[in-house]
């Protein structure tokens, strides 16, 4: 059946869900369905109606756009994903799809693939460094926007906090939609005050509450804290403050950011001695703001900043400018080309304005697979180094000094509810295949720090969102964290489905950590390492012993399940590794199972290279 035209698809689908396609002169239609579960994403945008996303399909046919799906919110709004092939079809309610005709809904028929080659070879160069990452380089975000809940979670919850902890991470950046669009009261410094006055016109607003256990957390956590500052509040041609609680309805745009408020906010947190690593200014504006407009904004940022805090030593660093959010390649997609652009020319223009830019940031969403079968596909992986290697070439060759951080990176993008457990679509095993390729992709191309969108909320958080529980990205980064070092180094692999990376250990005596991703679903590999016979090593094997779509994941055969203790404390399983004793005279071989990950560290006799004197 498969090839044949997009008719028969339409019967089996409607056979599913009970719905009956529809077809107007210019689009094909079927509803409850996402086609082209696994293309490329050309673009990723918002509007109001099925309809409105075909009509942009049809624009975008200039960059191969044929197929697309709709996703409603319930607020008039949705979310379109534009996509160039129906490979892959589910079944989801609320969802609708569609070609921009029926010759566009031909479902391909893949010419049969070889059978994969069980022995891969996997070789290192540990003999220089291939880049450095920020000791933090494995961040997460707490999102404002609604639908994450910020306004109703109690951060100050001490099973929040152990987890936070334990999860070892080197910063927490607040942002997110939501952070562009939140007022802060201005009496958070007066004693004498609730501290909770929001500005006129405003009915909810950044309280002292909310700052005091937003900086608690961050604490206690470990980790630093960088702040997204609202940059939709401006000043009109009548000197009267503008503010903006809608983002999509912009009247702040091109014009200079009115830092009242954010000077009320940083005057409290210095009286009440919360530190503060770094400011942004602005999340996702790069429509709203053009590059030298919002360079201009960020002097505003700076000369604050030195007024406030004029000891040059303890003064928050600048970082941005969070721009939304690369979806494809950079280099050949027109949806995608002029985020690139917008990286390159906002960073000069900072430093022509004296802006001491800290870190440039981007956001990142390559829409992995909802309800996978099996783990991301080598070419939605690509994706990630495809921005990654643009993004490092074009800073590198206008800002080198500046860091590069994915600000916002996630396995999707939109479309949420908040905390539904009726679908956990990406907090499952397959998605730490994501979360580790893209860790290893963004180190080996310069990145300094990896901000995972985000610990908690919705459906792909790294705890559940309503009882906490971690789930298998947790643990995955917890891994990471422990074995992956600062220092990156060059690795190969024979087989494309058969992902590596490798660092050294945080601490030389633990020699190199080399990550293996087996993203074959029913193929065993046998990986042969070059170069390390005779060390000692010790691996750690992941599995999802619910499959690609659950929610468990397991350690050398073992399931990974945190308890609470007196009500406080999330106390995590053992996560130690199997120690493997060399084999004199044989090659060095992991045996890793179908859809597996493998953290192998090597140490001692026989490991040649940086490692051993570099962390």
């Given at each position: 059946m498969v090839g044949m035209a997009f008719a028969l698809l339409s019967v089996a689908a409607c056979?599913?869900?009970?719905?009956?396609?529809?077809?107007?002169?210019?689009?094909?239609?079927?509803?409850?369905?996402?086609?082209?579960?696994?293309?490329?994403?050309?673009?990723?945008?918002?509007?109001?109606?099925?309809?409105?996303?075909?009509?942009?399909?049809?624009?975008?046919?200039?960059?191969?756009?044929?197929?697309?799906?709709?996703?409603?919110?319930?607020?008039?709004?949705?979310?379109?994903?534009?996509?160039?092939?129906?490979?892959?079809?589910?079944?989801?309610?609320?969802?609708?799809?569609?070609?921009?005709?029926?010759?566009?809904?031909?479902?391909?028929?893949?010419?049969?693939?070889?059978?994969?080659?069980?022995?891969?070879?996997?070789?290192?160069?540990?003999?220089?460094?291939?880049?450095?990452?920020?000791?933090?380089?494995?961040?997460?975000?707490?999102?404002?926007?609604?639908?994450?809940?910020?306004?109703?979670?109690?951060?100050?919850?001490?099973?929040?906090?152990?987890?936070?902890?334990?999860?070892?991470?080197?910063?927490?950046?607040?942002?997110?939609?939501?952070?562009?669009?939140?007022?802060?009261?201005?009496?958070?410094?007066?004693?004498?005050?609730?501290?909770?006055?929001?500005?006129?016109g405003s009915i909810r607003c950044l309280n002292r509450t909310w700052v005091d256990n937003l900086c608690g957390f961050a604490s206690n956590s470990?980790?630093?804290?960088?702040?997204?500052?609202?940059?939709?509040?401006?000043?009109?041609?009548?000197?009267?403050?503008?503010?903006?609680?809608?983002?999509?309805?912009?009247?702040?745009?091109?014009?200079?950011?009115?830092?009242?408020?954010?000077?009320?906010?940083?005057?409290?947190?210095?009286?009440?001695?919360?530190?503060?690593?770094?400011?942004?200014?602005?999340?996702?504006?790069?429509?709203?703001?053009?590059?030298?407009?919002a360079a201009a904004n960020f002097k505003i940022l700076s000369d604050l900043l030195v007024e406030l805090y004029p000891d040059s030593t303890q003064r928050p660093k600048i970082i941005g400018p969070d721009v939304h959010g690369f979806h494809g390649d950079p280099l050949t997609s027109p949806a995608e080309i002029p985020k690139l652009r917008y990286l390159k020319e906002f960073a000069p223009n900072c430093s022509d304005l004296g802006v001491p830019l800290h870190a440039a940031t981007h956001h990142e969403y390559v829409d992995v697979d909802e309800n996978p079968l099996g783990p991301p596909t080598v070419e939605q992986l690509n994706i990630t180094q495809q921005i990654a290697s643009a993004v490092n070439a074009t800073l590198a060759s206008v800002a080198p000094a500046v860091q590069i951080w994915a600000g916002e990176i996630g396995p999707h993008n939109g479309g949420s509810v908040a905390c539904d457990h009726s679908e956990m679509r990406w907090a499952n095993f397959a998605d730490s295949f994501w979360y580790l390729d893209s860790l290893g992709v963004k180190a080996a191309n310069g990145y300094s720090v990896f901000c995972r969108q985000d610990f908690v909320g919705i459906d792909y958080g790294m705890i559940d969102?309503?009882?906490?529980?971690?789930?298998?990205?947790?643990?995955?980064?917890?891994?990471?964290?422990?074995?992956?070092?600062t220092a990156v180094l060059r690795a190969a692999s024979s087989s494309a489905t058969l992902r590596v990376y490798s660092h050294c250990s945080p601490t030389p005596a633990a020699g190199m950590t080399v990550l293996l991703l087996n993203l074959d679903p029913v193929v065993a590999r046998n990986v042969t390492l070059a170069g390390v016979d005779g060390a000692h090593r010790v691996e750690w094997h992941l599995t999802g012993p619910g499959g690609a779509n659950g929610t468990q994941i397991a350690l050398n055969g073992k399931l990974l399940e945190a308890v609470v203790k007196g009500g406080t404390e999330y106390v995590l399983p053992s996560l130690e590794g199997n120690a493997v004793a060399p084999s004199p005279g044989a090659p060095t071989t992991v045996e890793m199972a179908p859809a597996s990950i493998v953290f192998v560290q090597f140490s001692g006799a026989g490991l040649v290279g940086v490692c051993d004197s570099v962390m």
């Open positions: 056979a599913a869900t009970g719905m009956p396609p529809t077809a107007s002169p210019s689009c094909t239609v079927v509803d409850n369905m996402i086609l082209g579960s696994k293309p490329v994403t050309i673009a990723h945008v918002d509007t109001k109606s099925a309809a409105e996303c075909c009509q942009r399909c049809q624009e975008f046919q200039s960059a191969r756009c044929t197929v697309w799906t709709w996703e409603g919110r319930g607020n008039s709004k949705g979310t379109c994903f534009l996509k160039n092939s129906t490979l892959g079809a589910i079944s989801k309610q609320g969802a609708t799809s569609g070609c921009v005709s029926a010759a566009d809904c031909v479902l391909p028929t893949p010419p049969p693939s070889p059978p994969p080659n069980p022995n891969v070879r996997v070789e290192v160069d540990a003999a220089s460094v291939l880049s450095r990452t920020d000791p933090g380089f494995k961040s997460w975000n707490i999102d404002a926007s609604p639908n994450r809940e910020w306004e109703t979670r109690d951060l100050s919850n001490p099973l929040l906090a152990s987890l936070g902890r334990q999860s070892v991470p080197g910063y927490l950046r607040f942002g997110g939609a939501g952070n562009d669009g939140l007022p802060y009261a201005l009496d958070m410094s007066d004693p004498a005050s609730a501290g909770n006055q929001c500005v006129k470990g980790a630093k804290l960088v702040f997204g500052l609202n940059i939709n509040v401006c000043t009109n041609p009548d000197s009267d403050s503008t503010r903006l609680e809608e983002p999509l309805a912009n009247p702040c745009a091109g014009r200079p950011w009115d830092p009242t408020e954010s000077r009320a906010l940083m005057q409290y947190l210095i009286k009440a001695n919360h530190t503060i690593f770094g400011f942004e200014l602005g999340n996702e504006q790069n429509t709203n703001y053009e590059p030298h407009v969102c309503s009882t906490y529980a971690p789930l298998p990205d947790y643990y995955a980064g917890i891994l990471w964290s422990r074995l992956m070092g």
